[in-house]
Each structure stands twice: as C-alpha cells, then as structure tokens.
C-alpha cells in the first residue's frame, strides 16, 4: 500500500519509480494547493495525487527535490478540475506543463452541465457530499490536520473515475474533439502567458477615469501597501482592499485626510503618513498618465453585426444544450464584429463548426 502522504524526496522518487508506472504513459490525477490567501509570496503547499487504486498527497515544503514528479507528469495523462490556476502553478514549479492535459470542469461544460465546481459534480456521478470545511485553510501550515488531509485527498479522489463517465458521455454525444481541442487549448493559454509583473499593475479596476495627480495618489497608496504586505508576509488585501484604495486616492488627491484603520500598527501609520508627504513634493511632470484606449466605433452597423452573432451563438447553444459563453464570448463577438479579429484567430475549430463558419 502506497503512503497517505510523501514527505521526502527519497519516498517520491521510490513511490514514482515503482512498477505500477511502468507503461509509456501512466494516467494520473492532480490538483495543488497554495497559500495565496495567507502569505505575500504565494507557494505551492500541497500536491494531491492519485492513480490507479492509490490516492495520496505530496509535501512541497518538506520534499527537498520535486523533479521526480516534474519528468513523471512530463510522460503523463493528467486529469485536473479547473485547471488553469493548477496549471499555473506547475508551470512555475517546473517551467514545463505536461504534454497532455484534461480538465473535467470542460468536459461536463460540454456536456451541458451548468453547476460543473468539483463538489457539484461529484454529487451528481457519485451522489457524494463533499465537505467544504477546510476551502480557506492555510495549507502552509504543518502538521496538516486529519480534516485537511481528508479535504485535500477529496479533491483528486473522485477524478479518474468521473473521467471515464465524463469521456463516455462525450463520445456518446460526438464531442470528445471538441474536447480535446478546448483542452489544449487552456493548456497552450497558460503555457504562453508571462509571469512578470507589468510595470503598470498598480492601475486596478475602478481608476480608468482618474485624472493624473489621482493617479499618482493610487500609485503610491498600491507600493506602500504592496511594501507593507512583504513586510508582513500576508496578501495585500489584509492590508487595505482594491476599493479602499482606490476611495483613499480620491481623498488624496482633493486634500483630505485618510482616516486609517484603528487596528493600523503605529510604524505602519508613520510609513503611510511619509508617502502622503512624499506623494505632496511629487512634481506634476511625474504624474502618471491615463490610459486612453482607442473608442471602438458602436455605429448601428456594428450593433447589427454584434446582434447578429449573438442570435446565431444562441441558437447553436439552445440546440446543443450548453451555454452560449463556450460558443463564444460577447468580448470576443464584439472583436470580430469590429473587424479587430478574424474568427479564425479567436474561435476553435468545433465553435466555427457549430457556427456553420466552415472557412
């Protein structure tokens, strides 16, 4: 019998290397936990895992040398739910995804399944209800307690065997291409995104409009909480939300005081009152400047065009019994009725099919 948790590398490479992995390309079932929610620098805490009859989890913070399961997963079929966040975090773990990835969150959206999270689905294959007790843990944290570890095997236990329903129910229907596809897809999407930071990140949803000194006022306000946070070593938002910053801007900008938090530690509240000063001296020629996209031209042509495409999505989507949004968006709907995209380059191929876009 496997171990309920791997803690060294020895016993990974042990339990990796074991018969039962013998074949070619061995199929597995993954998914991560991190400790976003707790920490400044997220960290890959947790790696659940199962196969065949074993199900087990893997200890990142103990394990010394991960790279037994990198070059594993490399040769695998790996089954994940929603697995673009999971993805992600391999690709930063390993700078590599494996070749092959498949999502059941995809494959029962397919299928016409409109509540597809992982808890969902498992009571509708299994008719099983899963705890969501320990959602927010703090997977940094050691010892893991009996009720995590239960909650952490939980989310890959159920996979393979959902797999199986789900890649029957797809063929049955004729859409394991249109799977596979959208699949690859996500994986591609995730394998050429960037990791860097933009030098702009601090421009957070609500500040489109701002004028420059109430850019410069949310400017400041984000790299002094983003300083406090690594300070900490807690997210950003235990600090001060998006919206408070974005409010505090305003304030800033038309001279009135912030009233900060009582619960503000007093080193915390002078360094807050150092960048009100600073921000005060900062010349208008380092104001930042706003953000002007090019205005889409909305003349009734392009409604047209736009409602047009909406109507054919919908029927498509009525017909087949699956959300119009997996057809496509009505972001990208817009982009193509704008001519700024050929459908080529923004639809795959099964949504042109299902669109009678057969050029």
């Keep these: 019998m496997p171990p309920t948790l791997i803690e060294t590398t020895e016993d990974l490479v042990g339990y990796l290397s074991a018969e039962r992995f013998g074949v070619?390309?061995?199929?597995?079932?993954?998914?991560?936990?991190?400790?976003?929610?707790?920490?400044?620098?997220?960290?890959l805490c947790l790696v659940q895992f199962a196969a065949g009859?074993?199900?087990?989890?893997?200890?990142p913070l103990k394990i010394g040398d991960l790279s037994a399961l990198g070059g594993f997963l490399a040769r695998a079929v790996v089954w994940m739910h929603g697995a673009d966040y999971d993805m992600t975090?391999?690709?930063?773990?390993?700078?590599?995804?494996?070749?092959?990835?498949?999502?059941?969150?995809?494959?029962?959206?397919?299928?016409?399944?409109?509540?597809?999270?992982l808890a969902d689905l498992v009571k509708l294959f299994f008719e099983v209800e899963l705890s969501k007790s320990s959602q927010k843990a703090d997977w940094g944290k050691r010892p893991l307690t009996p009720k995590m570890v239960e909650y952490a095997l939980n989310d890959v236990r159920y996979l393979l065997p959902m797999s199986d329903l789900i890649v029957t129910r797809l063929?049955?229907?004729?859409?394991?291409?249109w799977f596979v596809e959208s699949c690859e897809a996500s994986r591609l999407k995730v394998l050429e995104r960037g990791d860097e930071a933009r030098e702009d990140v601090w421009r957070i949803q609500g500040s489109g409009k701002f004028d420059g000194k109430t850019l410069a006022s949310l400017r400041a306000l984000w790299?002094?909480?983003?300083?406090e946070a690594e300070k900490w070593d807690r997210p950003t938002f235990m600090v001060a939300t998006n919206r408070q910053l974005v409010d505090w801007s305003v304030d800033l900008a038309q001279g009135r005081k912030i009233e900060l938090p009582r619960h503000?530690?007093?080193?915390?509240?002078?360094?807050f009152r150092q960048m009100e000063e600073e921000l005060e001296n900062l010349p208008e020629s380092e104001w930042p400047e706003r953000v002007r996209s090019a205005r889409r031209k909305r003349d009734r042509n392009f409604e047209q065009l736009v409602d047009d495409w909406i109507k054919r999505r919908d029927k498509a989507a009525s017909e087949l019994d699956i959300e119009g949004?997996?057809?496509?968006?009505?972001?990208?709907?817009?982009?193509?009725?704008?001519?700024?995209?050929?459908p080529a380059k923004v639809l795959?191929?099964?949504?042109?099919?299902?669109?009678?876009l057969h050029a």
């Design 171 to 177: 063929r049955e229907k004729g859409r394991y291409g």
């Design 348 to 356: 795959l191929g099964w949504q042109r099919d299902v669109l009678g």
């Design 223 to 227: 790299h002094w909480r983003d300083a």
């Design 53 to 59: 009859d074993d199900c087990l989890l893997m200890d």
């Design 325 to 342: 949004s997996l057809i496509v968006s009505r972001a990208v709907i817009e982009l193509i009725a704008a001519g700024e995209c050929a």
């Design 24 to 43: 070619p390309t061995p199929v597995c079932a993954v998914d991560t936990e991190a400790d976003s929610l707790h920490r400044y620098r997220e960290s």
């Design 264 to 271: 503000f530690r007093p080193d915390r509240v002078k360094r």
């Design 89 to 117: 975090m391999l690709k930063r773990q390993f700078g590599s995804l494996p070749t092959a990835v498949f999502d059941t969150q995809i494959g029962a959206r397919l299928l016409g399944v409109r509540r597809f999270g």
